[in-house]
C-alpha cells in the first residue's frame, strides 16, 4: 500500500518562510487531487490548499492567500506548500492528503471524506 510521507516543518519566527513537502511512496498522484490540512492544539483540522486533479486549479483558505503557495511535481511524486509571511497563528501540525473524489469535490469535502493522509509535520511559528 503505498503511502504520504510529510516533511519540512519547524521553528521558525514570525514573517519567516518554510516549505512544506510531500512525497508519495509507491505511487503517483495521476487521477488525485492533493492539498494540505492543518491541525492547531485543541482546534479542528481546517483545510489549507488544494490542487483539483479535475483541471489543475487550486484552491486557497482565506487565512492563507496572498502568503501560500501549493505546487506538484509529478515527475517526483511530490506535492509542495511554499509558506512565506508566517504568523504565530500558522502555528498547526499540517498534513497533506490525496483524493480520488469518490464522494465528491476533494478540495471541497470535509477531511473525513478524504482518501489518504500523509502522517503530518509540525510547523510552529515564534512571534
Known amino acids: 500500500e503505498w503511502q504520504l510521507v510529510d516533511s519540512g516543518g519547524g521553528l521558525v519566527q514570525a514573517g519567516g518562510s518554510l516549505r512544506l513537502s510531500c512525497v508519495a511512496s509507491?505511487?503517483?498522484?495521476?487521477?488525485?487531487?492533493i492539498g494540505w490540512f492543518r491541525q492547531a492544539p485543541g482546534k479542528e483540522r481546517e483545510g489549507v490548499s488544494c490542487?483539483?486533479?479535475?483541471?489543475?486549479?487550486?484552491y486557497y483558505a482565506d487565512s492563507v492567500k496572498g502568503r501560500f503557495t501549493i505546487s506538484s511535481d509529478n515527475a517526483k511524486r511530490t506535492v509542495y506548500l511554499e509558506m512565506n509571511s508566517l504568523k504565530p497563528e500558522d502555528t498547526a501540525v499540517y498534513y497533506c492528503?490525496?483524493?480520488?473524489?469518490?464522494?465528491?469535490?476533494?478540495?471541497?469535502?470535509?477531511?473525513?471524506?478524504?482518501?489518504?493522509w500523509g502522517q503530518g509535520t509540525l510547523v510552529t511559528v515564534s512571534s
Open positions: 509507491g505511487s503517483t498522484f495521476d487521477d488525485y487531487s
Open positions: 490542487i483539483s486533479s479535475s483541471d489543475g486549479s487550486t
Open positions: 492528503f490525496a483524493d480520488r473524489g469518490m464522494y465528491g469535490d476533494s478540495c471541497h469535502l470535509p477531511p473525513g471524506y478524504l482518501e489518504r
